[in-house]
């Protein structure tokens, strides 16, 4: 099977966000740039998943905002998607809402984990994390409106963090509860 000009595109900018997460948990596990000890009180857990989550919170926010200041300025969009067709500026807005919505969802229930269960030295993940969140969506946002190939780095870095994040605590849970 030969893939598309755009198929290729998007493997690699997806091939590309899975290394570089990859890249950046394995620095916050085997390097602890934070310097986190083994042992953290829930508190500085807590603290440092509050200010992990930001970052990611910010580009939900934005999300949100960005659509609503576009349906108050825009007659034919004013009563929102359900009570309108929408324009195409809508359509793209609630696109990149509806998609930070769903990565925001991902992050928020692993960064929780991750904060809970893992060692304090790993700790160092979920700020990496947020950072790789934020770079991801930054791209996405701008190659948006230029098609699959040029989002796919964006959409890569903010999804496979969290997946790789997720893969690492699946494994964690399975050695240490069932082993």
Request: aromatic share 12%; glycine share 10%; with cysteine.
């Amino acid at each position: 099977m030969t893939l598309s000009e755009k198929q290729t595109g998007v493997l690699k900018g997806m091939l590309v966000g899975a290394l570089t997460s990859v890249l950046f948990i394995v620095l916050g596990v085997c390097f602890n740039p934070f310097s986190y000890e083994m042992t953290i009180p829930l508190i500085d857990r807590l603290a440092i998943l509050g200010y992990s989550l930001i970052l990611p919170l910010a580009f939900l926010v934005m999300s949100v905002g960005r659509l609503a200041k576009h349906r108050f300025f825009t007659p034919e969009d004013i009563d929102g998607s359900g009570l309108s067709s929408g324009s195409a500026k809508a359509k793209i807005l609630q696109g990149l809402l509806q998609n930070t919505l769903e990565q925001f969802g991902i992050a928020l229930g692993i960064y929780v984990i991750w904060s809970l269960i893992m060692p304090g030295t790993w700790l160092s993940v979920i700020p990496l994390a947020a950072i790789v969140f934020a770079a991801g969506r930054c791209l996405f946002f701008w190659g948006y409106e230029k098609g699959a190939a040029s989002r796919a780095l964006g959409f890569a870095l903010t999804f496979y963090s969290s997946v790789v994040m997720f893969v690492v605590l699946f494994i964690h849970v399975i050695v240490n509860v069932f082993i």
